[in-house]
């Protein structure tokens, strides 16, 4: 089955490829080069940037000659963004709120990104992660986090 | 030699280092039948642990972990078409249509044997030629470093499932990845962007969880429960044609997957497909595969868990990791204050050869978990991934957090989760971005090395020659692998039943 060549991943690939190398090429140009002999903190970083220009580049190239490739699947919109919201939250809480606001949080939120979120059942595994990793990491390992609030 | 074996032995068998094998054997098992972790996810979560122990129960543990996963991925790949691992993928072609005609009970039996015998096998692989590579990694200089770093990412790039070009990209980006930080040569901060938390380099832990275990969490949570028929296992003992039908192909899958598994990249899975392949055109009547024959088990089987054990000689020998998995362990003990090269079967010996003593026992207590417990592996089998995933996700960023006592690191792992999911779905594989982080510092170094001793001529890749041994394999690699004819051959139906061949191995 062909696929137009801007569903692939190779395509997309790609070009995600070029952008990244040409984004770090764009930075590092501002770091001292050098030269091959005497490579500077530049060099390495802009030639990685050249390298996935020319990768990300032949990538699309080739796919668009090829004029085929392989489908992007199905997307989870709101599983993406529910786990990467929920462990940034742990970000945000562990050192505000204490271990256990923060793993309650992250424990119901990445609930909420599940197919078949089920209020009762979700709130019973965040409160029980957080007995468990106060019990396993506080208290059995050691971790010098504190549970609560800090000065609680 | 013998000697150190012995002596290998003796640090294995402590009650301290006897208990982290079995923990590392059982918690392996474990990840290894339930789908949605893996051993990658398990390692990155245990880290933090390991600082407590010695360093040689960590690598003991750890390993464990690693190979045990690999024995166990074939339980759910026979029993219910769905592989625990990605390299398993090949044994749900004949191992699940003999466990559908009742016969689940022989399939499991000689997916142990297989594995037991590769496991000891391999042992001895890594007894044998450890030493003489380690030898040679003495006598390396810059340029045959480069060099090895480069047939290293090759490799990975060229022994994987995807496109070749996308590979090969994803494992540079990941090189520069490892470049964030402060430059060691000119005390110069690279892509900080202002913050004081990145004159470090990257969190290597936070970096493998954000693309291994947040990508797929993100990926499974909001896919539906695939229902489940759980057969049940009777008669668990081969019959003798059973037996003399799987010999050969064990020997056969044991050398594949040894030789396969010494090279970086995903030894493994392509171990196992290849042994695959191997099988059929073998056979004597070729339609019998895909619909139970038991070489198609015996022979993958055998291949992945050779494979398993091989992957670590890079590691031990000259400081490479083979895969992500090994370059947690590598973190691991750099974090305890041992550099993994050349020199540390001299400086560690009790080190070097207590692991592959572990290795072999740990075989041993694989096959006692793998058969006979396998009624209780089963049953965990029910517990839905909707149970399971939340409490990975904050194992996970307490994981991250506790290796710098630093939020930042969960923040940026959480951002990086993100661009693991967008990965997945452009079909770049995490493993090779792993390894190009953990071997771009080195590279970086000995390149810059190396053309400071040849005064910027690149020539001196070529005139010496170890380095130009390894670039020219590298190029072997690159060319023979990226052959239609090879690549054809993966795509195998087995690639659909695969969870996400790109996650963990």
Redesign the interface.
């Known amino acids: 089955m062909r696929h137009p060549v801007l569903a692939t991943q190779e395509f997309w690939a790609g070009a995600l490829f070029v952008a990244l190398g040409g984004a770090s090429m764009a930075v590092a140009r501002h770091y001292d080069i050098g030269t091959t002999m005497r490579m500077g903190p530049g060099y390495f970083p802009v030639l990685l940037g050249a390298a996935l220009i020319l990768l990300g580049g032949a990538s699309c190239v080739r796919t668009w000659l090829a004029g085929d490739g392989t489908p992007i699947g199905p997307v989870q919109v709101r599983s993406v963004l529910l786990v990467t919201i929920s462990a940034a939250g742990f970000a945000l809480l562990l050192e505000t709120a204490g271990l256990a606001a923060a793993v309650f949080a992250t424990a119901f939120l990445a609930c909420l990104g599940g197919r078949n979120f089920r209020l009762g059942e979700s709130l019973a595994i965040a409160a029980a992660l957080v007995v468990f990793t106060t019990l396993l990491f506080v208290y059995g390992l050691g971790l010098s986090v504190s549970i609560g609030p800090p000065g609680w | 030699m013998l000697h150190s074996i012995a002596m290998g032995f003796g640090v294995a068998l402590t009650p301290t280092n006897f208990l982290y094998c079995f923990i590392g054997a059982f918690l392996g098992t474990l990840v290894g039948v339930l789908p949605g972790i893996g051993p990658i996810t398990t390692i990155a979560m245990l880290l ?2 390991t600082f ?1 122990l010695s360093p040689v129960a960590s690598l003991i543990m750890l390993s464990g972990i690693y190979y045990g996963a690999h024995h166990a991925g074939s339980t759910t790949a026979i029993m219910l078409n769905m592989p625990g691992e990605p390299s398993s993928v090949v044994i749900c072609l004949d191992g699940h249509p003999m466990a559908r005609q009742g016969r689940a009970g022989p399939a499991l039996c000689i997916s142990a044997i297989g594995s037991f015998v590769a496991g000891c096998i391999g042992v001895i692989i890594i007894a044998f030629f450890a030493p003489p590579l380690a030898e040679l990694g003495l006598k390396f200089g810059a340029p045959e470093y480069t060099a090895v770093v480069i047939l290293a990412l090759a490799a990975v790039s060229a022994l994987t499932q995807r ?1 070749l ?2 590979t ?2 994803t494992a ?2 990941g ?2 990845l490892g ?1 964030v930080g402060t ?1 060691v ?2 005390g ?1 901060t ?2 900080d962007f202002g913050f004081p938390q990145l004159y470090e380099n990257l969190n290597l832990v936070g970096l493998a969880v954000a693309f291994f275990a ?1 990508a797929e ?3 499974r ?5 695939t229902r489940r028929i759980l057969d049940k296992v009777k008669g668990l003992f081969p019959t003798r044609a059973d037996l003399r039908d799987s010999w050969k192909a064990i020997l056969r899958g044991t050398a594949l997957g040894g030789a396969f598994g010494i090279l970086p990249g995903t030894g493994p899975l392509i171990s196992a497909y290849a042994a695959y392949t191997v099988e059929k055109r073998l056979a004597a009547d070729p339609s019998r595969f895909g619909k139970g024959a038991i070489e198609g088990v015996a022979g993958p089987e055998s291949a992945n868990n050779a494979a398993a054990l091989t992957h670590f000689i890079p590691m031990l020998t000259l400081g490479i990791p083979a895969g992500p998995a090994q370059a947690l362990m590598i973190a691991a003990l750099t974090i305890q204050g041992i550099s993994p090269g050349p020199d540390m079967m001299d400086k560690h010996p009790e080190l070097f050869w207590g692991v592959i003593a572990s290795m072999w026992i740990g075989n041993m207590m694989l096959l006692v978990l793998n058969l006979p417990l396998i009624g209780i592996w089963i049953r965990l089998l029910r517990i839905p991934y ?2 399971m ?3 990975i ?6 994981g991250v ?2 290796v710098n ?1 630093e ?2 690191d ?2 940026l ?3 990086f ?2 661009v693991g ?3 997945s ?4 594989s995490p493993a090779p971005l792993i390894i190009g982080f953990i071997l771009g510092p080195i590279l ?1 170094v000995n ?2 090395r190396a ?2 001793l040849s ?2 001529d ?1 020539s001196i890749f070529v005139t010496r020659p170890i380095s130009l041994g390894f670039l020219l394999l590298a190029a072997a690699v690159l060319v023979f692998l990226s052959l239609p004819a090879f690549r054809r051959t993966q795509r195998l139906p087995g690639a659909d039943l695969a969870v996400d061949e790109a996650a963990e191995d």
């Open positions: 933090p642990i407590k496109s070009l996308t090969l990209a540079v980006f090189i520069l470049t430059d040569n000119s110069v690279r892509f947040f969490i993100a990926s949570a909001g896919m539906a429960e909707r149970l995933y939340p409490a996700l904050v194992f996970c960023c307490i957090y506790s006592n939020v930042f969960v923040a792992a959480a951002g989760g993100f999911y967008v990965f779905k452009l079909g770049c970086e390149l810059r053309l400071l005064g910027g690149f």
